[in-house]
């Protein structure tokens, strides 16, 4: 019999029985992202739950008509996961780059404890520099977006402008979260950045062949 893999908060393999989690995949990303799991019930039988794993991967959308966006598919089922089976998009200005951070409204239960953390930080290592509530209002400052079946959703002005959002968006996961990009401010960025500056071109040409055909 397999060994039973039953998730716990971030998708971490525990567990007594059950099968492992399968991995998605979809048209213009480049890795999937979660998979279910069948954990065992009280007599031994198993059940489908979901397993939210975090978010990886890559994924290139261009603007839709309307000011619309669209939430590719991988991260649509990723997001609509974390926040409990509904459309909800958690989206919000990163606060050192040039781009947005996009969640599930699951994180927001930790945001408190990250706000502890570093405050906690801040006084252990003398950090003079720290303000709670500017800290604070960083972190709770995001927008919750609906999106529907197609994962299209409305970008709010204010988003476009702190992101320097253009014609289309590169999503880029990062466990916890997942980075949304202008493709140009991307590019911008040093070689740090490297992996996601080269899949973000290849995605972008992908689809710009695909419109042309």
């Given at each position: 019999m397999p060994v039973c893999i039953a998730p716990d908060w971030w998708g971490r393999?525990?567990?007594?029985?059950?099968?492992?989690?399968?991995?998605?995949?979809?048209?213009?990303?480049?890795?999937?992202?979660?998979?279910?799991v069948r954990q065992a019930g009280a007599r031994g039988d198993c059940r489908h739950v979901s397993a939210f794993g975090g978010y990886s991967?890559?994924?290139?959308?261009?603007?839709g008509d309307?000011?619309?966006?669209?939430?590719?598919?991988?991260?649509?089922?990723?997001?609509k996961e974390s926040s409990g089976s509904n459309r909800i998009l958690c989206l919000?200005?990163?606060?050192?780059?040039?781009?947005?951070?996009?969640?599930g409204?699951?994180?927001t239960e930790k945001l408190n404890e990250q706000l502890e953390r570093e405050e906690d930080?801040?006084?252990?290592?003398?950090?003079?520099?720290?303000?709670?509530?500017?800290?604070?209002?960083q972190l709770f400052g995001f927008e919750q977006l609906p999106f529907d079946d197609s994962g299209r959703f409305v970008m709010p002005e204010h988003l476009k402008d702190l992101g320097k959002i253009g014609d289309?968006?590169?999503?880029?996961?990062?466990?916890?979260?997942f980075f949304v990009w202008n493709p140009a401010q991307l590019a911008a960025m040093g070689p740090e950045w490297k992996g996601a500056q080269a899949s973000c071109l290849k995605l972008v040409?992908?689809?710009?062949?695909?419109?042309?055909?």
């Open positions: 393999r525990t567990g007594s029985a059950c099968a492992w989690p399968g991995r998605g995949r979809h048209v213009g990303s480049l890795d999937g992202l979660h998979g279910e991967g890559q994924a290139y959308s261009p603007a309307k000011g619309r966006f669209v939430l590719p598919p991988a991260f649509r089922k990723a997001v919000a200005a990163h606060d050192r780059f040039d781009c947005l951070i996009g969640f409204l699951s994180r930080r801040a006084i252990r290592l003398g950090l003079a520099d720290f303000d709670r509530d500017v800290r604070a209002q289309g968006l590169y999503f880029q996961g990062a466990g916890e979260f040409a992908a689809a710009k062949k695909g419109a042309a055909e």
